[in-house]
T-cell receptor, first 114, second 110 residues
Framework: NAGVMQNPRHLVRRRGQEARLRCSPM?????VYWYRQLPEEGLKFMVY????????ESGMPKERFSAEFPKEGPSILRIQQVVRGDSAAYFC????????????FGSGTRLTVV | QQPVQSPQAVILREGEDAVINCSSS?????VHWYRQKHGEAPVFLMILLKGGEQKGHEKISASFNEKKQQSSLYLTASQLSYSGTYFCGTEIDAGNMLTFGGGTRLMVKP
């Protein structure tokens, strides 16, 4: 039973390029959450999605960031025109439903903007 | 509003006990606890729902005081494998996303 799959594990982008981070939730999980983590800091909520729906995007920067979770395929976090400040680890987590369950986290994508 | 964790860091010898606290300024529906080792994903430890329950997981247990909006994680007879950063995540309503505290770095030395 594969866990939450994130790819790529490491991503290097030049300033101004686009970054696409992918997340396939655990089998049977229909809820996906994206968090950003800077070195030696906590997990900052970005967005909460269900299939074809954004439930809560209160943590997403208003510009350059977008997320989707299509009917088929993985959830995608897209960062356009990346800047050095976007460098961080981006974790995706999934859970079973809207009731309270523990999250299963993926191994993260470490984005470096040069 | 992010929950506040204390202490920020703690160093233990193997076999010693530790308590990590998590406080919220908002009424909570649940508190989750996770452990993250360096360079790895956070791993789920346990959930506590409002009602003041206490849970245990091997030698790691936790309590949730709903009235005080606080949770505490208890690590007894610590092992080297307990080293890592512990995060509490709080949920204000069932099915909302988790808001995580800043973390408590725990180092267990031989």
């Amino acid at each position: 039973n594969a866990g939450v799959m994130q790819n790529p594990r490491h991503l290097v982008r030049r300033r101004g390029q686009e970054a696409r981070l992918r997340c396939s939730p655990m089998k049977g999980h229909s809820h996906v959450y994206w968090y950003r983590q800077l070195p030696e800091e906590g997990l900052k909520f970005m967005v909460y999605l269900q299939k074809e729906n954004i439930i809560d995007e209160s943590g997403m920067p208003k510009e350059r960031f977008s997320a989707e979770f299509p009917k088929e395929g993985p959830s995608i976090l897209r960062i356009q025109q990346v800047v050095r400040g976007d460098s961080a680890a981006y974790f995706c987590a999934s859970s079973r439903g809207r009731q309270t369950y523990g999250y299963t986290f993926g191994s993260g994508t470490r984005l470096t903007v040069v | 509003q992010q929950p506040v964790q204390s202490p920020q860091a703690v160093i233990l010898r193997e076999g010693e006990d530790a308590v990590i606290n998590c406080s919220s300024s908002k009424a909570l529906y649940s508190v989750h606890w996770y452990r993250q080792k360096h360079g790895e994903a956070p791993v789920f430890l346990m959930i506590l729902l409002k009602g003041g329950e206490q849970k245990g997981h091997e030698k790691i247990s936790a309590s949730f005081n709903e009235k005080k909006q606080q949770s505490s994680l208890y690590l007894t007879a610590s092992q080297l494998s307990y080293s890592g950063t512990y995060f509490c995540g709080t949920e204000i309503d069932a099915g909302n996303m988790l808001t995580f505290g800043g973390g408590t770095r725990l180092m267990v030395k031989p």
